[in-house]
């Protein structure tokens, strides 16, 4: 078993071990359900193993939090923020150790393994400061002695389901806010980064067991669909926010709807990079290879699709066919890797899948194209020229493939970019004022992330993040998507001792 490894030696200070119970339950670790293996997607070699939940183990875990709900929505938010910033130094103490553990078990480089975990970090700092800031509104009523107002009140229960390609920011854009607006959380990892899903917990475990607090405020399982569906019938589970596909997505919101539920869907992604004839050509280049190539295309915000204006076309193109040359492939934990391996055997199945449906329709691959023979989910960075009218385009092929089309004008180049179902992420390179108000403004971009001059993928926390479309319409990590994780009360006070009614009605 891969743990024996020297280089996996850091996996002890995470305090995982080679058989680990895979669900932290009213403050104790268990799980009687399915033992599964986690493989290091490099190798396909097995790293340690879990032991899943069962639904006896969601049952009590569901019980016990949502007592300890009544607990924790009694705290001031300012002390439930001083508990998220605990858990962010917390993760600042095993930031490498964490950071290495998403690059081994996920499978992308290490930069970005660490740059993942920075981003729960810089959540949880973020969320202190909310902590003070969940305010409501004043608002003048039209009756005398009358005051209204805007009370905001946890939901009590927010279920997360997560997936593989960002195994623990995601939790990290939902937990940190929901627990400060006074949410227990209830957690699925993915099914194939159950080692994450342990290594978080543990960490936010250890904080609440510091502070006596019950450990049922924060309760996680491993586990697959029969998991996955559970939490979306649970009427205990105010608001669902799941991370997935589309398909998936909306058999989650359609059984989450069903019990008058809330669902916060971060769905497909199939986005374009616009690159005008006035651009920075250098400046595109470098964010399309990005784009692109990093985490091996399995960003829901990986750029696809590349529309190039005719003028430039094939000198944007000759650059880029450079830099792609130059792209070394290879273990995601060494030095200089910038592409590491797709996350399963699946995964590479579906682009050889892909590569064989483009050139059955004779697309001209012009550099990849195929899997790389090795032990691990390997792939070559691939781009294809296409028509922005194929098929093949509408649909988000999970990897480094890239669809490069020309264009002759703006008006034509957003038609092309809003022509796909999906609408998470959008970027254009232009120094033209007026073209870059065009791409923001109501004839632009459909997408809920609209960029200019930078690349699709990368999103700061600040900003809300999600899409519209099949994207799902969910809005999670700054701005003000706290509000999805709170209850809206209005409430009108009669200070007086008259009854006037609104509207001057007169009645009796």
């Known amino acids: 078993m891969g743990f024996e490894k020297e280089e996996h030696a850091f996996l002890k200070e995470l305090g995982l071990g080679p058989r680990n119970p895979g669900c932290y339950v009213n403050g104790a670790w268990k799980g009687s359900g399915p033992v599964v293996s986690s493989v290091n997607p490099a190798n396909n070699q097995t790293i340690a193993e879990v032991a899943e939940a069962s639904m006896q183990d969601y049952e009590e875990g569901m019980q016990a939090c949502n007592e300890a709900a009544k607990i924790w929505m009694q705290i001031p938010a300012p002390k439930r923020g001083e508990i998220v910033r605990q858990i962010g130094d917390a993760l600042r103490a095993k930031l490498q150790h964490l950071g290495r553990l998403v690059s081994l078990e996920m499978g992308k480089i290490l930069p970005e393994g660490i740059g993942e975990v920075q981003e729960i970090i810089d959540m949880c700092d973020y969320a202190v400061g909310l902590s003070r800031q969940l305010n409501g509104s004043i608002i003048p009523s039209e009756r005398s002695n009358h005051m209204m107002l805007e009370m905001w009140n946890p939901l009590g229960i927010v279920g997360v389901i997560t997936a593989f390609n960002f195994p623990c920011a995601v939790l990290g854009w939902n937990a940190c806010i929901a627990l400060v607006c ?25 904080v609440l067991e510091k502070n006596n607090l019950p450990g049922a405020i924060f309760t996680s ?17 105010s608001l ?22 809330k669902c916060l869907l971060e769905l497909s992604g199939n986005n374009a990079i616009i690159v005008m004839d006035d651009a920075d050509i250098q400046l595109a280049v470098r964010s399309v290879l990005f784009a692109a190539v990093g985490t091996a295309g399995q960003r ?9 204006h005719e003028s430039i076309y094939q000198n944007v193109l000759d650059q880029l066919l450079g830099v792609y040359k130059q792209v070394k492939i290879g273990d995601p934990l060494e030095k200089g890797t910038l592409l590491g391996p797709l996350h399963t055997r699946a995964s ?9 449906f483009i050139k059955s329709q004779a697309w001209k691959i012009l550099t990849g194209g ?16 296409i028509s922005p009218n194929a098929a093949v385009v509408k649909d988000e092929l999970f990897g480094p493939v890239l669809y490069v089309m020309k264009f002759q004008t703006l008006k034509e180049a957003i038609e092309i970019n809003n022509s796909v179902p999906q609408g998470l992420s959008s970027s254009i390179f232009t120094r033209r004022p007026e073209v870059i108000f065009a791409w923001i403004g109501p004839h632009g971009s459909d997408c809920g992330i609209v960029n200019v001059n930078i690349p699709t993928n990368g999103a700061e926390i600040g900003g809300a993040f999600g899409g519209e479309k099949a994207t799902g319409g969910g809005r999670e990590a700054g701005s003000d998507s706290w509000k999805q994780y709170m209850r809206r009360s209005t409430c009108t006070i009669n200070y007086g001792t008259e009854l006037p009614l609104a509207q001057g009605i007169n009645f009796g």
């Open 300 to 308: 829901c915000t990986t750029c696809h699709r590349l529309l190039l």
């Open 240 to 261: 669902v926010s799941f991370t997935g596909s589309s398909k998936v997505g909306l058999m989650v919101q359609q059984t989450v709807n069903e019990r008058f539920g």
């Open 348 to 356: 590479r199945e579906n682009f050889e899948k892909g590569i064989k």
């Open 370 to 385: 195929s899997i790389i023979e090795s032990e691990g989910n390997f792939v070559q960075p691939t781009i294809v020229e």
């Open 182 to 206: 006074g949410n227990c959380v209830i957690w699925k990892g993915a099914p194939t980064t159950p080692l994450i899903t342990i290594a978080m917990t543990e960490l936010v475990a250890g």
């Open 221 to 237: 399982f491993c586990g697959g669909a029969e998991i996955g569906q559970a939490i979306a019938k649970d009427t205990r589970i």
